[in-house]
């Protein structure tokens, strides 16, 4: 079967750098999503890791290592706006793109 | 800016009763999705279509679950009857073809089964 995990919880103060990891097991996938989900909203995309590295998308960076089967995303200068839950996703590509989610991470950022 | 729509954002229903959710995805779009998202876990797929064509349902309970797309547009998912592990969030994407891989999510429709 396939599975990720991420620590269940996270605290950091506005203005800091947070990472949030993801490792995960599975047979074969072609890579690596982040999804932030704001409570009682709908998840959206933030991230995609194809190939090992890194990948930074303004304030938002996220990294993959397939020899280590882990990844993390990577959030700078935090803003409150930030507190949200962030999920990472195994993706299966092709024409489907199916999505297998981690158990998500709830970051909470402190003034 | 093109939105995943849902209907409807809130439900409360009984147990063994029948309940069903609409989803339009944006247009255009040929994949469709249909996750369900247990409070406090990540989204998990329930079913998925290319154009009107299921391509994956393995994770959906069919002896309650249906879901169809008739025309390739709008998809409508069932549960007949409802039973209280029912509750959660359901929750449709779309995609395009060939477009990525960022799955556009709507807003939800929340699912209370009494």
Known sequence: ?111 | EAEVAQSPRYKITEKSQAVAFWCDPISGHATLYWYRQILGQGPELLVQFQDESVVDDSQLPKDRFSAERLKGVDSTLKIQPAELGDSAMYLCASRLRGGGNEQFFGPGTRLTVL
């Open chain 1, 1 to 111: 079967g396939q599975s990720l995990e991420q620590p269940s919880e996270v605290t950091a103060v506005e203005g800091a750098i947070v990472q949030i990891n993801c490792t995960y097991q599975t047979s074969g996938f072609y890579g690596l999503s982040w999804y932030q989900q704001h409570d009682g909203g709908a998840p959206t995309f933030l991230s995609y890791n194809a190939l090992d590295g890194l990948e930074e998308t303004g304030r938002f960076s996220s990294f993959l290592s397939r020899s280590d089967s882990y990844g993390y995303l990577l959030l700078q200068e935090l803003q409150m706006k930030d507190s949200a839950s962030y999920f990472c996703a195994l993706s299966h590509g092709g024409a489907t793109n199916k999505l297998i989610f981690g158990t998500g991470t709830l970051l909470a950022v402190q003034p």
